[in-house]
C-alpha cells in the first residue's frame, strides 16, 4: 500500500508547488549569494585594502549551503540495527550489504539516476577523485571484509556515490547508508564527519534494546548539536519482540524520545516500530500484507508529507531568509562605512565622547528589554502551569466516565486463562487505553486554550515592548546621525514589524492558531526554523495540524509525562490480585478510579514540564531581540573606531570611496528585493495550507 502511495505521489504530474523547481530555486537563490559574496568581496578591497585589520566583511554565510541541489537523509545507528535493511526495503531492492556481523564499510549516498551507476571515493571530501565502478563492484568494496583471524578489513573507500533508477530517490531526495557507530573508531568518525553534510537523521535502533544510554548521550545528542531538528526515530527488528511485551517496549521508547527530545529543546519526535526485514522480503515477494505488518507504510508517508512538503519549504525558506539577513546587514554596514568616511579623526573622536552617554542609555535599554522579556515569560510559564495543573485536576473527576474500549475480548480472555502474559497484556491495553485519551483531551485543551494564553500574553508583549523598541530605534538613529553624520537608511520598522507579526497582529483575516507560522525566522526557536513555516505551528502548539501532516504521533505534542507509568503501576498489581475484580466485572472500573488519582497526583508534575518546555520555546524566540540591538549598536560604534585607528588622510580619495561604497548599497538594494520575490509564493503556499 505504502510502496502504492509512494508511486502515484512520486509519479503525479504536478507535486507540491514549491517542490517544482527544485534545481532552479537553489540556482537562483545560490545566484543571489553570488552577487552577495561579490559585492562583499570588492567592498572590503575598498575599506580595508592590504588586508588591514578590522575591515573584513563577512557574508556570514557559507557558500557551499548552496551547492548541493538535494535534500539529503542519512540512516544513522548503532551497527547491526537494520540500516542497510531498512534503506533496501524502502528501495524494494537488496542493493546494500546485511548480515548479522557488522556490514557496512563506509557512507553511501543513493541518489537518483536513469540508469545504475557508481562511484568510489577514498576520502569523505572526495578531493583524491572518483573511480567509477558497476553495482556489483560497489557491493563488493561497500561490504566489511573480515581476515584470517576474523578482524574487519580496513576498507579502500570512504564513500559511494549510487545512482539508481528508483522512484523514491526522484525529486532530489537522497538517502545515506552509513557504516554502524561504536563499532570502530575508524569507521565511526567516517560516518559522524558525514552528519555534517545531510539534512536529516533517520536514527534506527533496535527494538531489543532501544534507546541505550550511549546511543542518546553520544550520538543523538550529536546529532541534536550539529542543528538537526528533523529526526525520525525507527525502532527496529520489532518482530523479534514478543506480542505481550510490545506495548511496554513502545511506551518505553516513546517516553525516552519525548524524553530526549524534551530536554533539548521539543522538537517533534517522530517514532516508528517497524521490522526492516519482514518489510524487505514483503516487498520483494510481492506480499501486501506482509508488508503492511511489517509497519514501514507509517515511515514512508511521514518520510513522504515530510520530502514533499516539508523539504522544500524548510531548504528554501530557510536559506532565503537568512541570505536576506545578512543582506540588510552588509548594506548598513557600508552605508555606516560610508558616512563615516567623510569626518575627520579629530571630528569622529569628539564625536564618540560626546556620544559616551547616549551609548549607556543604548545599552541601558536594550538591558531592560531583555528584562522585560524574560519577566514576561516568567509569567507566562507560571500562568500556563497552574491552568494546566488546574485543568487536569478537573479531568481526573472525568475519567471514571469515559468509554475506553480494548481489543476484542481481552479482558475476558484474560479472566479466563489468567495467564501472566494475559494479565500483563491486559494491563498494557487497559493502561494505553487511558493514556491516549488522556492525551487527546490534553491535546485540545492545550490547543485551544493554553494556545490562546500564549498568544494573548504575547500580544501584551508586543504592545509593552513595541514603544521601548521605537524610542531603541529612534535613539539609535540619533546616534548614528550623530556619528556618520547622515540619516540612515536602516528600515527603522524592521524590528516593530516582525514583533507585530510574531504575536499575530496587524493581519486581517487570520484566526487565533496562526502565531507561530508567522514569526520571522530570525525569532524562531530553531526546532521552528528546522520545520520551515509549515511545520513550525506544530511545535508551538499547533497539534491537529501536526498529527494530520503525520509528523507527529498522538501524545508526543504534549510530555505524556510519569502518568502512563504510574498508571500502570497502579493497574498491574490490580490485576495480579484480580480474581475479586475480574469475577464481578469491575476492572474498569478500578482501573479509571486508580487512572484517575494518578493523574491528579501527578497534575502539578505534568503541568510544570509542560509549561516549562513552551516557555523554554518561547524564551529562545524572543531572546533574540535584546541581543540584535547590543550588536546593532556596536557595529556602529566598531565603524568610528576603525576609521579613527587607520586615520585616513586623503579627503579626495575619501570622497571616492564613499561614492563606490553608495554604488555597492545600491547592487545590496537590488539583491534584497529579488530575495524578497523569491520568498513571496513560499510565504503564500504557508499561509494556504493553515
Ligand atoms: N529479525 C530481524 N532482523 C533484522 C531486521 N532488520 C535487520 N535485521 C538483521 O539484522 C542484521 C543486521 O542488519 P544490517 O541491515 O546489516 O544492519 P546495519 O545497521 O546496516 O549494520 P552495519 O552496516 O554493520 O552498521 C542482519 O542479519 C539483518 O538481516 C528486522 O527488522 N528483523
Ligand atoms: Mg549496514
Redesign the pocket.
Known sequence: MAQENRRSTAGQESPAPQFRGWSENIGTLRSYYQRLQQVAGEAAAVIAPQGSPGGALDLGINGAVFERETFRIMVL??????????I?ALLGKRL?????????AFTTVLRWGETERAWLYRDGDRRSGETAVTTEEFKREVA?QIDAKGAPRTPSFALAIVEQPLELLRRSVEIV?????N?SSDRELVTLRYLEEVDAVLF?TD?GRPFTLHETENYLSRVRKLGHRDIFFVV?????IEEEERAEVMSRCRNSVAEFTGESGGATPNVFF???????RARTDGNEEALKA?GIGQLESALEVFCMRDAARVKFVRLAEFLRHNAVNLRVRLHDEGAVLMKSTAELRELLDRSQSTQDQLRASADAIRDIVSTKILGIENELQLRFAAFLTDISREIGGWHVTTGPGRLTRAVRSFTKGGRVAAQHELMDAYTVQLQEHMQVFCAQELDQVIEERQGDLVRQLEPLIRAHADLLDKLRAELTGSQSERDQNYLIYTLAIAAGKGKAGRDGRRHSDDVPLMFRPSSLMALGAGGGAVVAGGATAAAAAGLISLGLAVPPVGVAVAIGAAIGPLLASGAVFFADGKLQTRAAEEFAVHVKDSAAQTARQYAGSRAADLREMWGGISGTLHVQLQDLIGIVQRNIEESRQDEQAKAGMRDQLYAFEQRITDVEQHIATFLQPFVSEAEREQ
Open positions: 545507528g548503532e551497527f547491526s540495527s537494520g540500516k542497510s535493511t531498512l533496501n546494500l550489504p546485511t548480515k548479522a556481523n557488522p556490514a557496512t566489511l547508508d552509513s557504516a554502524g557507530i563499532e534506527v527494538a527496529n527488528q520489532f518482530d523479534r517497524i521490522s526492516a526485514l519482514q518489510a524487505l511489517s
